[in-house]
T-cell receptor, first 115, second 115 residues
Framework: AQSVAQPEDQVNVAEGNPLTVKCTYS??????LFWYVQYPNRGLQFLLK????DNLVKGSYGFEAEFNKSQTSFHLKKPSALVSDSALYFC?????????????WGAGTKLIIKP | SQTIHQWPATLVQPVGSPLSLECTVE??????LYWYRQAAGRGLQLLFY??????ISSEVPQNLSASRPQDRQFILSSKKLLLSDSGFYLC??????????????FGPGTRLTVT
């Protein structure tokens, strides 16, 4: 069965430090992978995606993610955290072989950046 | 550019009352449309998705229904609300596979409180 795991319910980082939000996945075929961010009482905003090609993907607001096929991971990273990065982050995956259009979502990780 | 609208932004309804939430997309044709529910500010639950006018797939059995009367309009309804229907409802769209885009774009959401 397809699944996405975000093993950390919450991540705390000091402003200016690097941050990592973890995501691992399980699909039968090759994955399409996505990261989204949600600020309180707002809709989700698309950050970045991996479809094919370079394993390091750069996205909005200085975020990047690295696709690691052997570890089935797609961790979100940023070199220097800002207080404004505090939000809820979701990882999602779709199996390339699926003909439907659904994403499998992780449970979300709350990121708190302390000044 | 494409935009997605949802209304109302907030709604307080008594148990047993009807519900109608509307979502419209601008700037694209034949989008795939989705309704999600987010409870307690965390995980996303896919309720319905649609790949075309009049084509609705339901993911979770419940007292909610969805309709797509026009290409870029998606409506979520209920004849009688339950307390458990409270939550944050999100509408999203994505381009079809032929368009080469795979990510979903979300509306601002509707906060529904059933009392």
């Amino acid at each position: 069965a397809q699944s996405v795991a975000q093993p950390e319910d919450q991540v705390n980082v000091a402003e200016g430090n690097p941050l990592t939000v973890k995501c691992t996945y399980s699909v039968s075929g090759n994955p399409y992978l996505f990261w989204y961010v949600q600020y309180p009482n707002r809709g989700l905003q698309f950050l970045l995606k991996y479809i094919t090609g370079d394993n390091l993907v750069k996205g909005s607001y200085g975020f990047e993610a690295e696709f690691n096929k052997s570890q089935t991971s797609f961790h979100l990273k940023k070199p220097s955290a800002l207080v404004s990065d505090s939000a809820l982050y979701f990882c999602a995956v779709r199996d390339m072989r699926d003909s439907n259009y659904q994403l499998i979502w992780g449970a979300g990780t709350k990121l708190i950046i302390k000044p | 550019s494409q935009t997605i609208h949802q209304w109302p932004a907030t709604l307080v309804q008594p148990v047993g009352s009807p519900l109608s939430l509307e979502c419209t997309v601008e700037g694209t044709s034949n989008p795939n449309l989705y309704w999600y529910r987010q409870a307690a500010g965390r995980g996303l639950q896919l309720l319905f998705y649609s790949v075309g006018i009049g084509q609705i797939s339901s993911e979770v059995p419940q007292n909610l229904s969805a309709s797509r009367p026009q290409d870029r309009q998606f409506i979520l309804s209920s004849k009688k609300l339950l307390l458990s229907d409270s939550g944050f409802y999100l509408c999203a769209w994505s381009a079809d596979l032929a368009g080469g885009l795979y990510e979903q774009y979300f509306g601002p959401g509707t906060r529904l409180t059933v009392t």
